[in-house]
């Protein structure tokens, strides 16, 4: 009976005994795989966008291109040949020659640009 006494305290007591330990935090883990397929996700997703920005940026920029081109030339059909036909006239009547690079740049030059 001693003995049943004494086993019945231990146990008491053992369950009774509160371990002093520092507390953990709580923190729940995740499933790796999953958060590295998404974040891989991501950075393919924003690779892929940053291309669609990129080639909607290269063809507004040909398109930009396209219509300057065609502004001076239309510039170039409208005030400068007719200048450059003219200066052409003038510098022939005293006998110079000039080539046409400088024509045109004293045609520029006549018009104002």
Do not use: C
């Not at 005994?17 to 891989?40: C, E, H, I, S, Y």
């Not at 920029?61 to 005030?79: G, I, S, V």
């Amino acid at each position: 009976m001693l003995t049943s006494a004494i086993r019945t305290m231990t146990i008491r007591s053992a369950s009774m005994q509160v371990t002093r330990t520092a507390p953990k935090a709580f923190t729940t883990r995740g499933f790796a795989l999953g958060d590295t397929l998404n974040k891989k996700e991501k950075v393919e997703e924003d690779r892929y966008m940053r291309a669609l920005e990129q080639k909607y940026i290269e063809k507004k920029r040909a398109e930009a291109t396209e219509k300057m081109h065609e502004k001076d030339e239309q510039l170039f059909a409208e005030e400068i040949a007719p200048a450059m036909a003219e200066a052409e006239v003038l510098l022939s009547k005293s006998g110079d020659n000039v080539s046409s690079d400088a024509l045109e740049s004293l045609a520029k030059w006549k018009v104002g640009l």
